[in-house]
């Protein structure tokens, strides 16, 4: 079946450093890829939506310039966390909504970012 | 009020038990409907998915939409303690690219 990785599954990293998330979709085109993070406990909040070959659409109180997101392929979206802080530190989730799909099926196994 | 709202719970039953989980949501525009369960430190993983009113079985689990009420269940029949997990519920528009709206998500336990 049709699958989504994500990469890595965790990472750890120092202040100030930017880490880079992988989000692909492994046997569909993706021409919509979905961010999210999440809290212990707490559900899914989107951070912003990845169209490929155009700027992402952020939601209200996502900062773009921290969270850079490009999805140059069909297949691959990343998300890249700049000058990372301790209250980065989250469970960051990639999705995959098929170019015929009506369904969002598919999720990446999220990335466990801890910021020391 | 939020657009969708879902009890967090948490929620045990003993194993065999038939689950009951629900969501109530606001926007009439919701069309697509979907049941998601999540273990710890994992990605969510689609279960059950509904296009519009109605009901939809597979295997334990029957998810059922009731669009004049703008309320959606899930249901588990005999429950297995590896069906221990966060389910989500989550909605959206019938129109392009809209994400998903989900719900808090209900943590289920099943004991042995």
């Known amino acids: 079946g049709a699958v989504v990785s994500q990469h890595p599954s965790r990472v750890i990293c120092k202040s100030g450093t930017s880490v880079k998330i992988e989000c692909r979709s492994l046997d569909f085109q993706a021409t919509t890829m979905f961010w999210y993070r999440q809290f212990p406990k707490k559900s899914l909040m989107l951070m912003a939506t990845?169209?490929?070959?155009?700027?992402?659409?952020?939601e209200q109180g996502v900062e773009k310039d921290k969270f850079l997101i490009n999805h140059a392929s069909l297949t691959l979206s990343t998300l890249t966390v700049t000058s990372a802080h301790p209250e980065d530190s989250s469970f960051y989730i990639c999705?995959?909504?098929?170019?015929?799909?009506?369904?969002?099926?598919?999720f990446g196994q999220g990335t466990r970012l801890t910021v020391v | 009020q939020k657009e969708v709202e879902q009890d967090p719970g948490p929620l045990s039953v003993p194993e065999g038990a038939i689950v009951s989980l629900n969501c109530t949501y606001s926007n009439s525009a919701f069309q697509y409907f979907m049941w998601y369960r999540q273990y710890s430190r994992k990605g969510p993983e689609l279960l059950m998915y509904?296009?519009?009113?109605g009901n939809k079985e597979d295997g334990r689990f029957t998810a059922q939409v009731d669009k004049s009420s703008k309320y959606i269940s899930l249901f588990i029949r005999d429950s297995q303690p590896s069906d221990s997990a966060t389910y989500l519920c989550a909605m959206r528009p019938n129109s392009g690219n809209t994400p998903l709206v989900f719900g808090k998500g209900t943590r289920l336990s099943v004991i042995a």
């Open positions: 999705s995959a909504r098929d170019m015929g799909g009506d369904t969002e099926a598919f």
């Open positions: 990845s169209n490929e070959g155009s700027k992402a659409t952020y």
């Open positions: 509904t296009y519009s009113s």
